[in-house]
């Protein structure tokens, strides 16, 4: 299975791939679209093969340097988003960090075993895609008190980024589950494409969430945007 994706797709790859596209589509597909096709999903399956390789050679090192190291390589902070120019990272256990966001995890600002899990926590896009809460908003509920962010900071003492744990503020935000977008299909061109849409267009937000007190402070505008 893996030998093949270093391999160039023979034919007979290509025309099986051939009979499973149009057994899909109900329709046949010529040699050209199952050969773009074939070589997509193989290119597909490199990378995820390439990914998970890298995943396993990091987990190795772990062993060998338990409070974990700086690593090579261009990548994305688990906690701020930023993205990292090479050597200027540090992966544990707890995932890839910038060093700000590691510090306040070495100084237990935010804990690692929390933001492992992206349902543990929400960031400030979360807040603003799922609920509207803009900057404005999240400041005013802060300084209410009925949201509890862990602040982290630059060396300077300026903000580097929050976050807002689901453990900090269990009566106030839901499990993330329940405030996923999905994907909609979508008929254009003759073809089915997907987008995603807000979770409240689908379900009365108010019943939906009448556990969480975000809900007295926040307004939707359902009935005519909802889809039955
Ligand atoms: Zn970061």
């Not at 290119?43 to 998970?52: F, P, S, T």
């Not at 900057?135 to 982290?152: A, D, N």
Request: charged content about 35%; aromatic content about 10%.
């Amino acid at each position: 299975m893996i030998q093949f994706l270093y391999m160039r797709l023979s034919e007979e790859q290509i025309l099986d791939f051939k009979k499973i596209l149009e057994k899909e589509k109900g329709k046949e597909v010529s040699m050209a679209e199952a050969t773009d096709g074939a070589h997509r999903l193989a290119g597909l399956a490199e990378i995820i093969y390439k990914g998970a390789q890298e995943d396993i050679k990091r987990k190795q090192k772990l062993k060998d340097n338990p409070k974990g190291y700086t690593i090579e390589g261009s990548y994305t902070c688990r906690v701020c988003k930023d993205i990292l120019p090479e050597h200027i990272g540090w992966y544990d256990k707890w995932g890839i960090k910038c060093m700000t966001c590691q510090n306040a995890i070495n100084k237990k600002i935010i804990p690692g075993s929390q933001i492992t899990d992206d349902d543990k926590w929400y960031s400030k896009w979360d807040l603003e895609s799922r609920f509207g809460l803009n900057r404005h908003g999240v400041k005013k509920f802060k300084k209410e008190g009925i949201l509890i962010s862990r602040e982290i900071l630059n060396d300077n003492g300026s903000k580097h980024c929050e976050i807002f744990l689901i453990k900090d503020n269990k009566d106030f935000l839901p499990p993330k589950k329940l405030v996923e977008s999905h994907l909609v299909p979508e008929k254009r061109d003759g073809k089915i494409w997907h987008h995603s849409e807000p979770w409240y267009r689908f379900v009365d937000p108010y019943e939906h969430l009448k556990d969480y007190k975000i809900m007295n402070y926040i307004e939707f505008v359902p009935s005519k945007d909802k889809k039955k």
